[in-house]
């Protein structure tokens, strides 16, 4: 078991280390392409549209396929990408080489995820997610990083060695045994199994996320690069931004098990309200530094509750969760590219300050909307499917 956590942490840091070392690199490729900000939307929608589209492709595998087969291929095929990242020479090969990552993410991550989960006794689920949320937040700590070494030093040796990592961490994956009991049977009758308050709940939550995260990657590094700050000073606002989500997520994931999902999620959700309105209505500097930092965990507070919520609708074999997981992960993409494209359109029609409101109504609406539905279905030991919940 130890084995297997340590190679699920390993994919999920890995995944996001991809995912986040966008973000400093932004302004510095704005700058080079000579992009406008709804092209810098595209590029940075463009991950999460291809893990959409990986997503699509899991569902089928997860129900009928080979979990570790399907953690192999996206890792494979997010290494090759990163690869093509680094030597990308125009925008449209950098989109290309970004979708390409997203969709191996797709694989890749929900697969990993769901092996951990589904290898962890019930009662302890959510601090399983907890974990893998914790690794992919550290991965969001080097990411920036790396980032901000690709804009001074060069992309291509820095993503170069990225890729090398990769492919040896798939190698690691097809060396380790295959979970068990991976019944199969018909993707319609998963999906049926699922429908549920529970599972909506989650998967509302997973695209709200999407659309927070987005927003903030897109307006954040932009609005710091103009209040003076160099790619540099940008990775190391990210940096502590996710070093702070990293520490918080394990103790969602504890929170969760022992005390159900309703107050953190509701929490998570005001704060997301709150930080939003203080973005746009930062004068910038130091404040607006401050303010992404809060931002980057208030944004991500109730994403293992959401995860819990649907890998609990699932049920408990590998390939449902994966499938669950699947689901969850297609919703953020959603909210990802919406988020994405929304705020840098708002951004560049209207100002920050008004994407960032935009922002703070969609956490209201979804505050409105939890809490007009009454109590949400705590994870103890029982994991219902989704239609008994």
């Not at 973000?23 to 510095?28: G, N, Q, R």
């Not at 549920?196 to 695209?207: D, I, K, Q």
């Not at 954040?220 to 003076?228: E, K």
């Not at 959603?334 to 935009?358: E, Q």
Request: one cysteine or more; a positive charge; hydrophobic letters at 60%.
């Amino acid at each position: 078991m130890r084995k297997l956590t340590w190679l699920v942490v390993c994919v999920a840091f890995t995944d996001t280390v991809f995912f986040a070392a966008l973000a400093p690199l932004l302004p510095h490729l704005v700058h080079v392409l000579h992009l406008s900000k709804g092209a810098a939307g595209v590029l940075t929608a463009a991950y999460a549209v291809g893990s959409m589209a990986g997503t699509v492709l899991a569902l089928p595998v997860a129900a009928r396929g080979s979990l570790r087969a399907g953690v192999v291929g996206g890792l494979a095929l997010m290494a090759v990408c990163t690869l093509a990242f680094g030597f990308a020479g125009s925008a449209v090969e950098m989109d290309l080489a970004r979708l390409g990552q997203g969709v191996g993410d797709g694989l890749a991550w929900t697969g990993a995820v769901a092996w951990l989960v589904t290898a962890t006794p019930s009662a302890r689920r959510g601090r399983a997610i907890g974990t893998a949320a914790a690794a992919s937040g550290a991965g969001s700590l080097l990411g920036p990083l790396l980032g901000g070494v690709a804009a001074a030093a060069g992309l291509a040796p820095v993503f170069t060695g990225i890729a090398v990592v990769t492919a040896g961490l798939a190698g690691w994956t097809w060396l380790t045994p295959a979970p068990v009991h991976e019944t199969r049977r018909p993707l319609g009758r998963h999906l049926y199994e699922m429908v549920g308050w529970r599972s909506g709940a989650g998967l509302w939550l997973g695209a709200l996320g999407g659309v927070l995260t987005a927003g903030l990657a897109v307006l954040a590094p932009l609005g710091l690069a103009r209040a003076g700050m160099a790619a540099g000073t940008i990775a190391v606002v990210f940096f502590v931004a996710a070093a702070l989500r990293t520490w918080v997520n394990p103790m969602a994931g504890r929170w969760t098990d022992r005390r159900g999902h309703r107050r953190l999620v509701e929490v998570g959700l005001v704060a997301a309200v709150a930080v939003s309105l203080l973005l746009a209505a930062s004068p910038g500097g130091l404040l607006l530094a401050a303010l992404v930092v809060l931002a980057g965990t208030a944004y991500s507070a109730f994403w293992v509750p959401a995860m819990s919520m649907v890998s609990a609708a699932a049920g408990g074999t590998p390939r449902a969760v994966w499938l669950g997981l699947g689901l969850w992960n297609f919703a953020w993409g959603v909210g990802w590219t919406l988020g994405s494209a929304g705020a840098g359109w708002l951004a560049a029609a209207m100002g920050d300050g008004w994407a960032y409101i935009a922002l703070a109504a969609a956490a209201t609406v979804t505050l409105v909307l939890i809490r007009a539905g009454g109590r949400l279905p705590r994870v103890g030991g029982r994991w219902a499917a989704g239609r008994s919940a």
